[in-house]
């Protein structure tokens, strides 16, 4: 059986594109998380199929490489029952960016209804957006905003707290070249959450208190007490060098163990947007700890938002029938 | 210019001001072909003189031309951005009558030869004066530097290796060194370019919500400083182009205190934008140094007010749209300004800043002394580069009316007052306006 019926939602998420979680209201943020849920339950039958998308085109634009947001997407686009391409742009430094409207003014003329894109460069989904008539989601641009992961992190902790409001939420690591970081930081900060950031100055970028964040640069004092633990990754170029001395350094002031941990409320979750570096910024007996730790929740439940902000856009899109 | 002689004219019911010896009153100017001939409230008394062309200048004010000591013609090498025909053409619409262009074009203008093909090219576009800078060290790599003193006896105003800093503090005091053997001007492009690594954007709240790497104001600062004591020590004459930092131009201030040959200008966009004009990564707010906070754009503003900033220079750098139609990491750095300057430069005075016959100082005799140019005055015997402009005549700015051949302006749709009637060189009207 293929289910016909759209899930009932209130018309007032009225964006084209998503671009970033900046911008957004709690409502409308509420409304994706509410939709997200239900796709939670249905991605549990046996029957996972819809056709909210079926007769639509859907292209994944990627230019870095990504194994589980690009999974999760082309998989909710085919359970929504769109035609899913996959395109990743191999390209050199130099070349990118370059080839960027090019490239979005040819898939444009293909007639795309949504277009998912991933770029190495801030700005560059929204330069993009500018020169296409479909739908755009950002999948990641640069340092800039990653949205539909800070939705899979709210939904997490919705699940299993029931609500965001008043929870402290400590985002830790590279927090610099962290757009989960940023996108978490509005989401959170929309949905009544207290958002403290747990990093090296040298990893904290200028004037990040002015978006409404508690700075800490030591573990013990940043985790004391908090509801929630994210852990960013820390990229494999920036950890030697002027960053942070080394790996080591590093784990030993920053990462996360679980004496560090005891500092933390007791039932306190572990999330990580992935993919971990065990021993660099988290230790393996913390990220394996089942009790503690909700990161495959998180990589679960990214399906079922990114099947919630391709079924909402759909709906939006200028393309799709009005009676729909 | 054209061989033939402009005849003598008159520039009657004119409200005339001139920056330098304080005129301002209502007057009349007569120019005798190419060079002003007399000028003052009770000329033509008696009536315009037969034979003599009459301009009515209608009560509005006239200036000396504009100069404009910072502009980028990109020609020779990057002629699809800007020619020098072209980037004169932009000049007498802006009411600019001599400019002084920069050495960063491909080659980079560090002989004499190439001096002379820029004075060549500017001969033949006939319109405004182009002086050219040089470079300091030989194709801007750091090292090595330039003929200095051939190159200033065939025409070169200053040396600079804008675009780049000279890093090198070696070469620098060198530089300073060497050049004041013959009093010859340095401009520093002041940024360390480790400090700015691989920013795009000024460092701060916008560029951080923006997730765009920043460039510190530590970055001007180290580098003004470091050259100031190297001033010091060799007694060249130093100039900081388009400074941007409130520290930056304190220092400078306190430098010109302690009797240095230090002089700095700025540019129209650093006391009329913050950061928060890249707002959703707009490229053409994308320029080096970058827009920066409110209290560095004050600290300008205040810096041009008390005289420490001796000159406004648009750094006019023009650029083809693919160079901006990128994503903000790979946008060039630059805006195209001399089409805006005099309606940017009199927001200072309308908003009540600066008196106006200080704002016009900026943009006439203060920087063609720094330069040594014979220009900027109103004055019997100079040569008649004139401009006629409308303080209050309100309009907006649209890029894609520029003369220029670039269209890189963050100003587009800015709603200004004041603008250029009529730029004349040498006696030779070179723009009238046409509304």
């Not at chain 1, 759209?6 to 998420?13: D, G, M, Q, V």
């Not at chain 1, 979005?104 to 008539?133: F, K, Y």
């Not at chain 2, 805006?335 to 300057?341: C, Y």
Request: aromatic share 4%; net charge negative; hydrophobic share 40%.
């Amino acid at each position: 059986m293929i289910l016909m019926q759209p899930i009932p939602l209130p018309s007032t998420f009225v964006h084209r594109h998503l671009l970033g979680i900046e911008g957004l209201s709690p409502e409308e943020i509420a409304i994706l998380l509410e939709l997200a849920e239900s796709y939670v339950a249905l991605n549990r039958e046996a029957q996972k199929k819809r056709d909210v998308l079926r007769g639509r085109t859907l292209i994944l634009l990627f230019f870095e490489t990504s194994t589980r947001t690009r999974t999760s997407f082309e998989l909710a686009g085919k359970r929504l029952g769109a035609d899913v391409i996959n395109i990743s742009v191999a390209t050199s430094a130099i070349k990118k960016g370059e080839t960027l409207i090019d490239t979005a003014m040819t898939l444009n003329a293909m007639r795309p209804d949504v277009l998912v894109v991933r770029h190495p460069d801030a700005g560059a989904v929204t330069l993009l957006s500018n020169h296409v008539n479909c739908a755009v989601i950002n999948a990641g641009d640069g340092s800039h905003e990653h949205p539909t992961q800070a939705f899979v992190d709210a939904l997490t902790i919705r699940r299993r707290r029931g609500d965001l409001r008043g929870l402290s939420v400590a985002i830790c690591g590279d927090v610099m070249h962290s757009r989960v970081a940023r996108s978490n930081i509005h989401l959170l900060n929309a949905m009544g959450a207290r958002v403290r950031l747990v990093a090296p100055p040298t990893l904290l970028p200028t004037a990040i208190e002015r978006m409404g964040v508690e700075i800490f640069h030591d573990m013990r004092a940043g985790l004391e007490d908090c509801d929630i633990i994210m852990m960013l990754r820390l990229q494999s170029e920036r950890m030697q060098g002027t960053y942070v001395p080394s790996t080591r350094e590093y784990f030993h002031f920053f990462g996360l163990d679980k004496e560090k941990l005891s500092v933390a409320k007791p039932d306190a979750l572990i999330m990580h947007p992935g993919p971990m570096n065990r021993g660099v910024e988290i230790d393996s007996a913390v990220a394996d700890d089942i009790t503690r730790s909700v990161i495959l929740d998180q990589v679960e439940l990214g399906l079922a938002v990114r099947q919630a902000c391709l079924d909402i856009l759909g709906r939006n899109a200028p393309a799709l029938p009005s009676a729909y | 210019m054209a061989n033939h002689n402009p005849p003598p004219t008159a520039y009657v019911n004119a409200h005339l001001l001139d920056p330098d010896s304080g005129l301002d009153q209502a007057g009349a100017l007569l120019t005798d072909g190419e060079r002003i001939a007399d000028l003052g409230p009770n000329l033509f008394g008696d009536g315009v003189p037969d034979g003599v062309a009459v301009v009515d200048c209608e009560g509005h004010y006239l200036c000396p031309g504009l100069v404009d000591m910072h502009v980028h013609l990109r020609e020779p090498g990057h002629e699809h951005k800007e020619t020098i025909a072209t980037g004169c053409a932009a000049a007498a619409a802006g009411g600019v009558t001599s400019m002084a262009c920069m050495p960063n074009t491909m080659p980079v203008i560090d002989d004499v030869a190439l001096i002379e093909f820029i004075q060549r090219r500017a001969r033949e576009a006939a319109s405004v004066k182009v002086y050219p800078f040089a470079a300091v060290t030989r194709g801007l790599e750091g090292k090595q530097i330039t003929e200095m003193g051939m190159l200033a006896e065939a025409g070169a105003v200053g040396f600079t290796d804008d675009g780049l800093p000279i890093a090198d503090s070696l070469v620098m005091r060198r530089a300073l060194s060497y050049a004041s053997t013959f009093g010859l001007l340095i401009s520093q492009h002041a940024e360390d370019l480790s400090l700015s690594g691989c920013g795009c954007m000024a460092e701060g709240e916008v560029a951080t919500r923006l997730g765009l790497p920043g460039i510190p104001e530590v970055s001007e600062v180290v580098v003004v400083e470091r050259d100031l004591r190297l001033v010091e020590l060799t007694g060249g004459r130093y100039h900081v182009a388009h400074i941007s930092t409130s520290e930056g131009i304190e220092a400078v201030r306190k430098a010109k205190a302690r009797g240095l040959a230090v002089s700095c200008e700025a540019a129209p966009h650093h006391f009329t934008l913050t950061d928060d004009a890249v707002g959703d990564y707009r490229t053409y707010a994308k320029m080096a140094p970058p827009l920066r906070s409110e209290a560095n754009r004050q600290a300008v503003v205040a810096g041009l007010k008390d005289g420490t900033i001796d000159a406004i220079a648009t750094d006019h750098a023009p650029h083809d749209q693919e160079s901006k139609r990128v994503t903000m990491a790979h946008a060039a750095n630059g805006v195209v300004g001399l089409e805006t300057m005099l309606a940017l430069a009199l927001e200072l005075y309308h908003q009540g800043e600066i008196p106006l016959l200080d704002v016009l100082q900026r943009m006439t005799v203060g920087p063609a002394d720094l330069l040594a140019l014979p220009a900027g005055r109103l004055k019997r015997g100079a040569p008649a580069d004139l401009l006629l402009f409308d303080a209050a005549l309100p309009w907006q700015i649209d890029n894609d009316r520029f003369h220029s051949k670039s269209r890189n302006s963050p100003f587009d749709g800015r709603e200004v007052r004041g603008r250029a009637l009529r730029t004349v060189v040498d006696g030779r009207t070179v723009y009238t306006y046409d509304a």
